[in-house]
């Protein structure tokens, strides 16, 4: 059964210059409102999310939603999760794209639980989470132009 996540991102201004800006917001009823900008190497907002922070922090959410569940499910007690993610974006025979996201979890676990079953499990989620199994997923465009 598929679900539907929608979201609106609004950006308003004008590209008649070089300097135009790149801020802009997502909203979703019923969500706080985010904050989003180009990365500030692309003359965004430092102090708001860019694609690649929101792509990077997908991942490691799904990620450890996975791994969550998955740990639950095998009993294993897990007391804190604190990943230090990094997602790296690159230029690659002309195409920039998000070349490789970096998952550095810290994760506390009850005493006497088996490191080596942890590991495992964080392993596993990968091939669970839907993110990572997302990043190459079709996508479909279907503008509308409205003239003002």
Known sequence: MAHTYPLTLSWRGTTSSADYTRNAGITNP?????????APEYAGDPTRWNPEDLLGSALATCHMLTFLALA???RLEVTAYD??????????????SITEIRLSPS???????DAAKVVELFHKAHKYCFVANSIKCKVVMNPRVIEA
């Open 30 to 38: 019923g969500k706080h409102d985010l904050a989003v900008s180009s």
């Open 83 to 96: 990943d230090r993610a990094e997602a790296i974006l690159d230029t690659v025979e002309k195409v920039t």
């Open 107 to 113: 994760i506390r676990v009850a005493k006497g639980t």
């Open 72 to 74: 639950a499910k095998a």
